[in-house]
């Protein structure tokens, strides 16, 4: 059965939304408006999957839940052509994420090297929710039965884990699917969107470690809420080494602040690493740092403004929400519909 082509992908409303969500992510959603349907869900059960004080509690849930609302329509994602809601409003997510606890295998999920991360040394004090992350965003996804999925290199695990669980559930139940007129597979095998030079966005204060919200050090990353002023002062501030800008890539090799750097250069400028080391080649790093924090602002300063305006109008995020999870709803629910028939669970 040919799918619909369709695209969904979702952000964590955890605060600190950076530069690396930005290109990794956003800059992407944006992008593929042209071309396909999209579905962008800011995920706030994957949110409090981590403890209280990390997430932050009630207030700045709801806060960072229409700040990433407001950042997505800041960056161009249009919400009227386009499905933006909040993950908790469609409780088929949750429902989808149960069948496939019961599809997904122990062995699969104790691979997945971002609980290992997120989880730290003690295990045993993570919650089952951080360990359940994968299967719920599964469902995030296949509650849609989505083709594509645009996200960072990090998430590529978790792709993957989506697919196996398409797979099974495809496997599984391939008797009753076809009997249902399915045909051989009632899920897509989801392809992830993983390309261009800013796939992995590492720290501004130490090249080998991811740019994230958690990092306890702000000058670590930028933030879509930085005033020109920051972001400046972060760029000045962002490590390097003491080598001048090599003229090819291969020289990147092995310098992964100068790595970094060039590919924030290359995603903004919308151009290849290649290009940007033909401009600034054999040049000091603090030309070249000037020219970035001068592009950084360009492109962001804007978006941040127009999240500042929007986030002040709770009723206008909110009534996007509560319009995005009707229409979503109404694909979820016929999702979970087809799910219990193609089980057997018994329905009204
Ligand atoms: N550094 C990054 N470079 C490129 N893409 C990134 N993404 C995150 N960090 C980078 C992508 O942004 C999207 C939304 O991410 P998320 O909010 O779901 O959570 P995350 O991946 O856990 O983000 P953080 O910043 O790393 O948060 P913490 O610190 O809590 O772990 C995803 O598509 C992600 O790939």
Redesign the pocket.
């Given at each position: 059965m040919a799918f619909k082509q369709r695209v969904f992908?979702?952000?964590?409303?955890?605060g600190?939304?950076?530069?690396?969500?930005y290109?990794?992510?956003?800059v992407k959603f944006v992008a593929l408006q042209e071309h396909y349907d999209c579905i962008y869900c800011v995920?706030d059960l994957?949110a409090i999957t981590?403890p209280i004080d990390?997430w932050g509690g009630p207030e700045e849930l709801r806060r960072n839940t229409r700040e990433?609302t407001a950042a997505f329509i800041a960056s161009g994602i249009d919400p009227n052509k386009h499905i933006v809601f909040n993950q908790s409003q469609v409780a088929h997510h949750a429902e989808l994420a149960w069948v496939f606890n019961c599809v997904a295998r122990l062995g699969w999920l104790n691979r997945m090297t971002?609980f290992k991360?997120?989880a730290g040394k003690d295990r045993e004090a993570a919650s089952i929710g951080l360990y359940d992350y994968p299967v719920l965003m599964a469902a995030d996804i296949l509650a849609y039965r989505a083709t594509h999925v645009?996200?960072?290199?990090?998430?590529k695990q978790h792709l993957e884990l989506t697919r196996d669980i398409a797979q099974k559930f495809n496997n599984d139940f391939s008797e009753s699917i076809r009997a249902r007129g399915f045909g051989e597979a009632f899920f897509p095998l989801t392809e992830p969107i993983i390309q261009g030079p800013?796939?992995?966005?590492?720290?501004l204060r130490d090249g080998t470690k991811?740019?994230?919200?958690?990092?306890a050090s702000d000058n670590s990353?930028i933030n879509l809420t930085d005033d020109a002023d920051a972001i400046a002062q972060k760029i000045r501030r962002a490590k390097t080494d003491p080598e001048p800008l090599p003229g090819e890539e291969a020289g990147l090799e092995h310098r992964p602040e100068a790595d970094n750097l060039v590919g924030i250069y290359a995603a903004l400028a919308d151009k290849p690493k290649a290009a940007v080391l033909q401009e600034f080649g054999g040049g000091q790093f603090s030309t070249f740092k000037t020219a970035l924090a001068d592009l950084s602002v360009a492109r962001l300063s804007p978006i941040a403004a127009e999240m500042k305006r929007l986030t002040q109008d709770t009723a206008y995020i909110d009534s996007v929400l509560a319009g995005g999870a009707a229409r979503a709803e109404v694909l979820a629910a016929e999702t979970m519909n087809a799910v219990k028939d193609i089980l057997g669970l018994v329905r009204r």
């Open positions: 992908s979702g952000v964590q409303p955890t600190n939304l950076h530069l690396g969500n290109l990794g992510a956003i995920v994957h981590v990390v990433v971002q991360e997120k645009p996200v960072g290199e990090d998430q800013a796939t992995r966005v590492m720290s991811k740019m994230s919200k958690s990092d990353r």
